[in-house]
């Protein structure tokens, strides 16, 4: 009867029930489980856990809290905010960078721009003194960054020289522009790997794909916030819980003596 208010199958049930989701079941004469109203106020908040902050964040708070151990349900949950923070920060960092590659384009220098015609037309690419040359950069600075990971030059065949075609020029005006904004290597190597992963590369497509990601982290930040509620509300309700009892009995005295103290 539980799983059919629920919406949900009776093997869903079992399975919330087995992981710890919910609080064990007693057993009928017969062996089948007997599922009752603490069952029944315990699955709403699993349920909405489940949905906010995933199945295995979920199943590490509902068990926690079942056995009493409300401080480990808790420091799960604030280590999972706190990696929406991280994400956060990561992605405002990158956005940040992106603004400054998108009003620097790579062409917006008529010398680059030249180089960058003739690499089109001709299909070469620049040696390491050219390129450090239109960047304003020392050829050590471009093989520094290489060394970083941060850029891929090729090899000419013929002499073995490193050569930059257009993707890899991009590349390294990208990581000059960054340098000199005074942004992380680690920044700079996440805005690298995010112009590599996006369709065309375009500083522009890259920030409306950051942009959708903060959205999506401000609807997960927004929904484990209720999911939190919910589980506040269920613990208010459980003061039965042996590892509960002192912490609600502690939060009623203190809002007593500032009552009383006022």
Same mark, same amino acid.
């Given at each position: 009867?539980?799983?059919?208010?629920?919406?949900?199958?009776?093997?869903?049930l079992r399975?919330?029930?087995?992981?710890?989701?919910?609080?064990?079941a007693?057993?009928?004469?017969?062996?089948?489980?007997?599922f009752?109203?603490?069952?029944?106020?315990a699955?709403?908040?699993?349920r909405?856990?489940?949905?906010?902050?995933g199945?295995d964040?979920?199943?590490?708070?509902?068990?926690?809290?079942?056995?009493?151990?409300?401080?480990?349900?808790?420091?799960?949950?604030?280590?999972?905010?706190?990696?929406?923070d991280r994400?956060?920060q990561?992605?405002q960092?990158?956005?940040?960078?992106?603004?400054?590659?998108v009003?620097?384009?790579?062409?917006?220098?008529p010398?680059m721009?030249?180089a960058?015609?003739?690499? $089109?037309?001709?299909?070469?690419?620049?040696?390491v003194?050219q390129l450090?040359?239109?960047?304003?950069?020392?050829?050590?600075?471009?093989r520094?960054?290489?060394?970083a990971?941060?850029?891929?030059?090729?090899?000419?065949?013929?002499?073995?020289?490193?050569?930059?075609?257009r993707?890899?020029?991009?590349?390294?005006?990208?990581?000059?522009?960054?340098r000199?904004? $005074?942004?992380?290597t680690?920044?700079?190597?996440?805005?690298?790997?995010?112009?590599?992963?996006?369709?065309? %590369?375009?500083?522009?497509?890259?920030?409306a794909?950051? $942009?959708?990601?903060?959205?999506?982290?401000h609807?997960?930040?927004l929904?484990?916030?209720?999911?939190?509620?919910?589980?506040?509300?269920?613990?208010?309700?459980?003061?039965?819980?042996?590892?509960l009892? %002192?912490?609600i009995?502690?939060r009623q005295?203190?809002?007593?003596?500032?009552?009383?103290?006022?």
């Open positions: 009867m539980l799983a059919r208010e629920a919406g949900i199958s009776v093997q869903q399975n919330y029930e087995q992981a710890g989701l919910l609080p064990a007693s057993r009928s004469a017969s062996g089948y489980r007997e009752d109203e603490y069952h029944r106020r699955l709403i908040p699993a909405a856990l489940v949905g906010a902050y199945w964040d979920a199943v590490t708070i509902m068990a926690a809290v079942h056995r009493g151990d409300l401080k480990t349900a808790v420091a799960r949950i604030d280590h999972a905010h706190a990696e929406l994400d956060r990561r992605i960092q990158a956005l940040h960078a992106f603004e400054v590659v009003t620097h384009p790579l062409d917006a220098d010398r721009a030249a960058l015609d003739q690499m $089109n037309r001709q299909g070469a690419s620049l040696r003194g450090a040359d239109l960047l304003g950069v020392r050829t050590s600075a471009l520094f960054w290489e060394s990971g941060l850029i891929r030059p090729g090899r000419d065949r013929a002499t073995g020289y490193r050569v930059y075609d993707a890899a020029a991009r590349d390294a005006h990208l990581v000059r522009l960054l000199e904004g $005074n942004f992380p680690t920044i700079i190597r996440a805005a690298l790997a995010e112009m590599h992963s996006s369709a065309d %590369g375009r500083p522009e497509r890259v920030g794909e950051l $942009n959708r990601r903060d959205l999506q982290l609807e997960r930040s929904a484990r916030l209720r999911a939190d509620a919910v589980l506040v509300a269920y613990l208010d309700w459980r003061d039965d819980l042996p590892g009892r %002192g912490e009995a502690g005295e203190g809002v007593q003596g500032e009552v009383g103290g006022g």
